[in-house]
């Protein structure tokens, strides 16, 4: 499904360059649940934003459904995050002033489902999965850090995307509703949904049915 | 519709931010038609002048003279002095030789324009007045009562000559003028039935006029013709502008650095939600439509905010100068542009190479 080939991300500052990942090579399945894990500045997020086409690699090929995807065409990248991957980053990216109904149906509003009804159906079938179908009509400042978590999680489903994206979606919760999330993403990988999670969270390491370990960057077999 | 709604939120969610540039940009918009609309009524009152077909001459006489007829030789010519305007109640009479007359431009609504008839008085009346064509009407002037039939309908925006109107600069859009007799009645006639008092000033209108001639007539009245009218009022612009132009120069900076400031406020405002609108699909050409959807509704405000600045500005001070001109429209117009697309151009520039970084 998705296929990284030698793919390095090169940062430079003063004058110096810096690998933030280095010669990555991977492929990963329909259906899988892959944990990304690694200290604090190994290359998860780095690696999961290349993964998820929000950042670009500097070097190397990346495939998905063995078509190179070419990283200048951006509308083609808009594309794929909008109706192919769902995308929950570690910040969120919740947007404060928005409901949440408004903050799920976000990606819609850039999608090819032009009918007013589907859209609805399709927020309020995400909300209900994630189950804060409740909140709806809240207005996301209002909430706590575990149900921005589940708003964020229903954006990334609305679309029916294949392959669902999260960067440490457990952090900074208590382990209730840490639970309930990962019940959440098991659920969402039963249904088939290819599940790619970056997180040093050992809870979370065990629902993975894979594990890529990264340090300074490189993959540790 | 979807755009419309996504920029109405974007609009809304620093609707106090939005209404200061709303109104930053309608003040800009404003003093920029408000400059140019003294500019036009400076070429407006020019050309009134190119409405004189025939040899024309503007005099103001000097005390105890007059034009003899000696002084005009054989020439034919026709002098038509300007009378005082006569205000009775809620009416406003204006008399003109019919030469005169017949240069201004008033358009006519209905009937026909006056013409010089010995036996009755013909006059055009105003629209908003209380007489149709073909009603006769009797009106006392100092003491003495006139009868007048009604032969035309103009608009109550009426061009007249100001007969009170001397200076030894005379320029053009001293002598003519726009005025608006709105809720009152005007009737301009064409008669030497009704005298009344003259300011020693009027037009002289000639088959054949040379330079020898004027310089005689300069001996009894201050003469001025169609070229030192337009000059003047050239002259007086200019002084204008070269008094008011570290004003201009400063107002230029202003305007240039609001512009940018517009477009970089605009883009940092809603820069956040945008990568994440990108984030989740939003591309190029949906950014542009994105921000188009959202300057339509800032569009609207400043249409709005400028109409109330005007209204305000009738209120307070004469603002007749400000006219629906296409230069006034292709200056705005521009203007706006210039910020909407310069704002489009920085954010799809910014969200491009950035929203990587900061989500």
Known sequence: MIELRNINKIYTTNNREKFAVKDISIKIDKGEFVGIIGPSGAGKSTLLHILSCVDSPTTGVYLFNENIVDFKKQKELSQLRNSTFGICLQNLNLIESYTVFENVLLPLHFSKRKDKKTKYEAVINALEFSNILFEKDSFVKKLSSGEKQRVGIARAIVNNPEVIFLDEPTSSLDNQTKMGILMLLKELNEIGKTIVVATHDVDVINYCTRIIKLDKGEIIN | ?359
């Open chain 2, 1 to 359: 519709m979807v755009y419309l709604n996504l920029g109405y939120k974007l609009f809304r969610r620093k609707l106090f931010l939005n209404i200061v540039l709303i109104i930053q940009l309608a003040v800009i918009l404003f003093i920029i038609n408000y400059g140019l609309g003294i500019y036009n009524n400076y070429v407006k009152a020019n050309k009134y002048l190119d409405n004189f077909d025939q040899t024309f001459l503007y005099y103001t006489l000097r005390d105890g003279y007059n034009f003899s007829d000696e002084l005009f030789g054989n020439n034919e010519v026709i002098n038509e002095p300007l009378y005082s305007r006569i205000e009775t109640g809620n009416c406003y009479i204006f008399n003109y030789g019919i030469h005169t007359s017949t240069y201004l431009k008033n358009q006519l609504i209905s009937g026909r324009w006056i013409e010089e008839n010995s036996q009755i008085i013909e006059c055009v009346v105003s629209s908003d007045g209380q007489y149709d064509v073909g009603d006769s009407f009797l009106k006392k002037i100092e003491h003495i009562e006139y009868k007048f039939i009604v032969v035309g309908k103009i608009k109550s925006q009426i061009e007249i000559i100001d007969p009170s109107r001397k200076s030894y600069e005379m320029k053009s859009n001293m002598l003519f003028y726009e005025e608006n007799f709105s809720n009152r009645t005007v009737i301009i006639c064409s008669t030497n039935k009704i005298i009344s008092k003259t300011y020693g000033n009027g037009f002289l209108f000639f088959d054949n006029l040379d330079s020898n001639m004027i310089d005689e007539f300069r001996n009894c009245a201050k003469i001025f013709t169609i070229d030192d009218l337009k000059q003047n009022t050239l002259n007086e612009f200019k002084s204008q502008v070269t008094a008011y132009l570290p004003l201009i120069i400063c107002f230029t900076i202003i305007m240039i650095i609001s512009l940018i400031l517009t477009s970089v406020i605009n883009v940092l405002n809603n820069r956040k939600i945008l990568e994440i609108y990108n984030l989740y699909g939003l591309d190029s050409l949906k950014t542009i439509k994105l921000l188009l959807a959202y300057f339509l509704w800032l569009i609207l405000g400043i249409i709005i905010t400028i109409n109330i600045i005007f209204m305000i500005s009738l209120i307070l001070f004469d603002v007749s100068n400000v006219c629906l001109k296409l230069n006034n429209v292709l200056l705005s117009v521009s203007f706006l542009l210039c910020v909407i697309f310069s704002s489009i151009g920085f954010a799809v520039i910014l969200i491009n190479r950035t929203h990587r970084r900061s989500i």
